[in-house]
């Protein structure tokens, strides 16, 4: 593994989910590893949890961490080649993703879709400008079409709460005032593809995602009957794509409530919006897994940082 | 002691401040107590001192530090209970403070006052928020009501350079161009009221602090009468309190002088608008104890990041 | 050297060049020399390359670093000894600098010109401003004046890519949508005319650099006939300094182009505005030294706060 952009880099996941289970066991016992290294984290976005897990997952390593807001520290960067740049744009990626290349030893990069043109966001042009130039591996800390840190520690939690050898997961979109990128769920329906679960796909006509991330993943339209006998209800607000980036319903029916859960585990990669996406009365209850997830994304970032710098070294 | 969160949670200001001195002797004497733990530090205002002083303190004790500006770099938060979140709100202090506290050992917050309404600040939303959910201990870095990491360096500053037994210390209200929270003052007096020292207040009518605040502490009207004699003067301008929030007087008359201040050594927390709070030549001359207590807010952060730790391997 | 804040305070650049060869051959060989030790970075000014590369020598150097935003984190200084702060500005350089020397060993300023009035830009306020009033060594991070960490790595660039003894190098002025500071023209200038080589500048009327900077350096207006020859082309965009801070020309015919450059090597400090100030085809091709150059900031910065900190522990 070269780079950690996708879910689907990841080469076995049964084997590393046994690996998070012990680097969970003990965090720092290999403090050696990052010793010396370098973890630079460039946010063009903002961020919780991806920018304090992944701080921390640095740390447990015993690596250094340099963390920049990129578009508000730095300059606004080019990303199409050819250009004459005379515009807005000070600095060209082609530049930019060499120079940090050699401050680091690895890269973690968060830029969201922007859901204004299609095209543009499926060509991931932040996150594929940094793995076209950069020199050194490369981390998605969430691009316009995955989250892949997310659903590792997704992955992490299911394995940790699932009682049937082959669980019903459930991911039911959920209303949200504003229009949201597709990242999350791309990523969970991809690991949850890979897993030993019977996972399936709820939402309002209009809301289907990528064909290509469902694939033979069954996709229901009645959130209800979805959701009967599901062991995990993941809930994402996503806007629509196939008209891409708009809002087309805000059915606060879909709301995931305690009722419409039944014995289920809830979860989401917050941050959540509550009462609007899901009800207090599961949030608070001991059904939801939504801080476990959380704790997991350090041990998500870490187990990633982990195999990449085994890759140095080698 | 659990949290830090006012001048009121220090057991005992004698021992603290003796805990202090042998602190500021040998600073990097407990590099082992920190080590492995994580402080994070919330802004949801600007700082200077307490961003740069804190980190530095926690630095002397071997631990690792993540500073977030919240407001700009994270999400918005919501901290009532209940609300249906489809406004501003991304993100609830419920979900906040329990995802943070997984990711750190100790949590700073600073969340100034907002002027705007007595009892929404009384109410101490933001820090109230993290104390009631997050799971580690909070310390605070200016709140609504309090600024005590200030008050505590303030002690020990006047520590350093009593004479007498029983100094005679005045607090006196400064003008200043914008209305200011009342945070430096209440903790100013409250750290007094436990220390030797004979305290008064003054200031002009209608920039009466909180009754519960200024408890037996005399109260006065007179500024040059009540500098009369003063060992220490503490200068700083807040708002009204009766009109909540509000610039009832701008008198320049109120200006500490080298004149006024007699024989007197001059305290500040600073930032301090010069020749409006206080006269250059004051700033200027040996009496000025304003850098030190700076220095001390190393110190003061130290000792109260010190007994937090010890709590933790308890 | 008590602070680094111009070429000139380099004692003898032979030796620093001979020194930053042997740094960057071990960059980690120094880390006890940086132990205890924090490098304290403020910025009033955006950075993509001088932010990373010095946290990054700080690091290589056992050195502990506090990074701040000066303007949008803490609060708007004052410079003008006198003054009544009854305005926009909540703190005098005066407290701000002594204050942070004492939470820091090392202290970072960036402050670029605002070409809006000469001579307050030749008065270099903030560096100055922190230069007289901090009690630890100041390293100039870029000031409206001169870039010195930037001519550093560019000299340690040039020599590790000359062929002859006495090299060709010509500084061209080059176009830009903008206007742009003089610190790296300047700098650029006064490190190459302490090198052995043959330099000269080319730039259109009316872009003739500060004549205190030029000295003896030839200066041309024929960019074609200036470049016949040079072993080294550097380009640069900067502003007028007669017509102070205005763009009098943005001739895009003093783009460097590939034909121009003939056998040349190319140098910039980045960022580049590429097609405006360089056609793609130099900075593709492998004559283009700006990223080593880059990659050279980290040296040029530890081979600094190495001889800072050698100094501190005499």
């Keep these: 593994m070269k780079h950690f952009t996708s879910v689907l880099d990841i080469p076995s996941l049964g084997n590393w989910l046994e690996d998070a289970k012990a680097l969970k066991k003990d965090p720092r016992g290999h403090l050696h590893l990052g010793k010396g290294k370098t973890l630079g984290l460039l946010f063009f976005n903002n961020s919780l949890r991806t920018r304090l897990s992944t701080q921390k997952a640095a740390i447990n390593l015993g690596m250094d961490v340099m963390v920049m807001n990129f578009g508000k520290e730095g300059w606004a960067l080019e990303f199409a080649d050819g250009t004459v740049m005379n515009g807005q744009s000070a600095e060209h990626i082609r530049e930019a993703a060499r120079v940090v290349s050699q401050y680091c030893d690895i890269l973690g990069i968060r830029a969201f879709a922007q859901l204004e043109n ?70 969970f329906v991809q690991i949850m593809q890979r897993m030993p679960v019977d996972l399936s796909i709820v939402q309002p006509s209009g809301y289907e995602l990528d064909k290509s991330i469902i694939g033979n993943t ?41 009722e419409k859960l039944g014995d289920a585990k809830f979860m989401h990669c917050l941050p959540v919006r509550r009462n609007v996406v899901v009800e207090d009365a599961v949030l608070e209850s001991e059904q939801s897994l939504v801080i476990q997830q959380a704790n997991n994304r350090t041990y998500s970032a870490q187990l990633v940082l982990k195999k990449l710098l085994e890759g140095l070294t080698l």
């Design 118 to 187: 299609r095209e543009l966001d499926e060509s991931e042009p932040v996150l594929n400008g940094f793995l076209q130039h950069a020199t050194i591996p490369v981390v998605n800390l969430e691009s316009a079409l995955g989250h892949p840190l997310q659903a590792l520690a997704d992955a992490i939690t299911l394995e940790e709460n699932r009682i049937k050898k082959q669980p019903r997961v459930v991911l039911t979109w959920a209303p949200h005032p504003r229009a949201l990128p597709h990242a999350v769920a791309n990523s």
């Design 218 to 258: 069954p996709v229901y339209f009645d959130q209800a009957k979805a959701l009967q006998g599901a062991d995990f209800v993941y809930a994402k607000n996503w806007s629509s794509f196939e008209q891409y980036g708009q809002v087309v319903s805000e059915d606060q029916d879909w709301m995931v409530t305690k």
